[in-house]
Structure formats: structure tokens, C-alpha cells
Nanobody, 117 residues
Framework: QVQLVESGGGLVQAGGSLTLSCAAS????????MAWYRQAPGKQRELVASMTSGSQSNYEDSVKGRFTISRDNAKKMVFLQMNSVKPEDTAVYYC???????????WGQGTQVTVSS
């Protein structure tokens, strides 16, 4: 079992910055991937950014150049630095963990990010 707890969400003005954190606990094995997803009201959950335990990263096109994913493997944490945020970034952000290549996917409870215009 893996538990994921997100923090750092809140209200931010457009053009501002916010950092999300996710702490993992339980049975964490390598190789693995940790990711941030988001879900806006009335929309499907979408991948924002992911990073493997080997530091390979991937970003959704709309956040490239604005968001940065990072990890601290020793502390079992993943972060999402959000810069130049836009109102369309408003969503619940979820942390995700999966042991590679075919492990069970675990989710956090989500943290709300609201960007005001």
C-alpha cells in the first residue's frame, strides 16, 4: 500500500506562482513514476507532469515552460513548481504513484488550486 498526501494548494492571482508538494509513504519501490494530474469542473482528469525515479520527465503541452516537476527520492516527495499561472490552471491537483512498469496506481486526495484573473 502507498499513501500520498498533497499540500500547497490555494488561491493565487494570474501571473503568480505556487508550489505543490506530495509526500509518499508505505511500500515505495524503484523504478517508479510519480506524477501530477488535474481535474477542472466538468472536465476529465489530465496529466500535468510526470517524473520517473530515474529523473525522466514529461509535461502536458500547456504547462511546458511554466511548470516544473521535481523529486526528492530520499524523502519520497514530489513537487510541482507552478509559475506564470493562468485562470485555466484552476483545478484540483492530484498526486499519483506507480511502480514501473506495471504496478498499481495510487492517488492522493487532491489539493485545490484556484487562479483568479
Amino acid at each position: 500500500q502507498v499513501q500520498l498526501v498533497e499540500s500547497g494548494g490555494g488561491l493565487v492571482q494570474a501571473g503568480g506562482s505556487l508550489t505543490l508538494s506530495c509526500a509518499a509513504s508505505g511500500s515505495i519501490f524503484s523504478p517508479n513514476a510519480m506524477a501530477w494530474y488535474r481535474q477542472a469542473p466538468g472536465k476529465q482528469r489530465e496529466l500535468v507532469a510526470s517524473m520517473t525515479s530515474g529523473s525522466q520527465s514529461n509535461y502536458e503541452d500547456s504547462v511546458k515552460g511554466r511548470f516544473t516537476i521535481s523529486r526528492d527520492n530520499a524523502k519520497k516527495m514530489v513537487f510541482l513548481q507552478m509559475n506564470s499561472v493562468k485562470p485555466e490552471d484552476t483545478a484540483v491537483y492530484y498526486c499519483n504513484y506507480k511502480k514501473l512498469p506495471y504496478g498499481t496506481v495510487y492517488w492522493g486526495q487532491g489539493t485545490q488550486v484556484t487562479v483568479s484573473s
